[in-house]
């Protein structure tokens, strides 16, 4: 069953749990991602960032991608979305991650995903507001929810992390929302995206409460999305260590304060570090545990990318060699069906456990009773 992004995160809402949205970079992974919300019967949100799409649209330099390999990227993350929907009970959205110009919604919309963020963020207000308005305009046309950006959300290097300045103000939050005619708002409390977010965390979670408590007075209905959040399981990290990688300075945001925000009125929380960090981790593992996997031609030049990269947590540099495995999830043998298989079962333990504890489980056919309404 494929839904745009309101009925999920209006059931959050009300619910008082959250939705997670998990980025994915493979086929494989949405399988994953349908597998063990079906079994949690946990409503689905599925996230594509611009990249993600260049890489599904063939680019195993992904990086350098354009706006005809996202076009491409798109349309295969589409159709392949809407044929998984029409095999499962469980809502699902797919949505584009931090899309940054009006061509990539416009691809991801003609494409077939259901809800789309445009971040214009690192825009000047008035730019921030004009654009994303316009994205409203265009995708509501199609029945597409928006998410729109406000306030600076540290990143791994696009932006330093600061203290004070670049929290989401609420006041200029509801002008923004009064303006661009958005459905959800991306917000900048504390948290940071990647893996390196801080010993220790502590969310301003008064911004939250101050936009909600806002957004009631006014009868407005739009939901709080936190970026930036994955927890950074430090035994991944040190699995990762062990099995010949080198990641230092990791930190994540502690459950107990994703917890506390969705007491605040969080809705929808992204999370893309801890599935790249598992993948990654069954990646390096499998060379310990089987001495041989790598030896044989079909795998063997992931190993010497793992080996490579020693500081990389992002699968998609290590998968590289087996973009049919990526794109198509085409395999050429038995080595390339484990290697897809580890992507599936790191992907699974991410999810399962954060759809745990966002209390998602069970929440699907609550989702279902409001989108038949
Ligand atoms: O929040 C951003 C996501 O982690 C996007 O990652 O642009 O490397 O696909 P990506
Ligand atoms: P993480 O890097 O914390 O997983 O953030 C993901 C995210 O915000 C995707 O939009
Ligand atoms: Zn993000």
């Known amino acids: 069953m494929l839904a745009n992004g309101i009925p999920l995160l209006k059931t959050a809402d009300k619910n008082g749990y959250a939705q997670a949205a998990f980025n994915v970079n ?13 079994a949690l019967r946990a409503p689905l949100f599925i996230q594509g960032a611009q990249l993600s799409n260049a890489f599904l649209g063939g680019r195993a330099d992904f990086k350098k991608g354009s706006i005809e390999d996202i076009k491409r990227g798109a349309n295969l ?41 445009i971040d214009g963020s690192s825009l000047p207000y008035d730019e921030n507001v ?41 006041l200029k939050a509801l002008d923004f929302i009064k303006k661009t005619k958005i459905d959800s708002l991306a917000v900048s409390y504390g948290t940071k995206h990647g893996a390196n977010k ?19 007075g006014e009868g407005l209905d739009v939901n709080i999305v936190s970026h930036g959040s994955s927890t950074i399981p430090s035994y991944i990290v040190a699995e990762i260590n062990q099995y010949g990688g080198d990641i230092s300075g990791s930190g994540g945001i502690p459950i107990d304060q994703l917890k506390r925000a969705i007491k605040c009125g969080v809705n929808k929380i992204n999370i893309d570090s801890d599935i ?14 089987n001495l041989n996997f790598y ?34 999830n085409k395999t050429t043998d038995k080595y390339q069906d484990q290697l897809n298989k580890l992507i599936n079962l790191g992907t699974k333990e991410i999810m399962g456990s954060l759809i ?13 009773e409001n989108l038949e309404k």
């Open 26 to 38: 493979t086929l494989e992974q949405i399988n994953a991602a349908v597998e063990i919300h079906e």
């Open 77 to 117: 993350l589409g159709k392949y979305v809407s044929k998984k929907s029409e095999q499962t009970d469980i809502p699902m959205v797919l949505h584009l991650d931090h899309g940054k110009s009006f061509d990539v919604i416009k691809a991801c919309v003609d494409g077939g995903y259901t809800s789309v963020m």
């Open 130 to 170: 004009a654009l994303t308005r316009k994205v409203s305009d265009y995708a509501h046309q199609y029945d597409v929810s928006v998410e729109g950006e406000l306030g600076v959300i540290a990143g791994v290097e696009d932006h330093v992390f600061s203290q004070n300045s670049t929290y989401t103000n609420p």
């Open 198 to 216: 801080g010993k220790n965390v502590k969310l301003r979670l008064q911004v939250i409460v101050a936009i909600k408590e806002l957004l009631l």
């Open 276 to 289: 790249r960090l598992a993948c990654t981790r069954n990646m390096r593992e499998i060379s310990y545990l």
């Open 295 to 328: 030896q044989h031609d079909s795998v063997s030049a992931i190993f010497d990318l793992l080996s490579k990269y020693p500081h990389d947590i992002d699968p998609r540099t290590f998968l590289a060699p087996v973009m049919p495995m990526v794109t198509e």
């Open 356 to 368: 745990v504890q966002f209390g998602m489980v069970g929440k699907a056919p609550l989702v279902k």
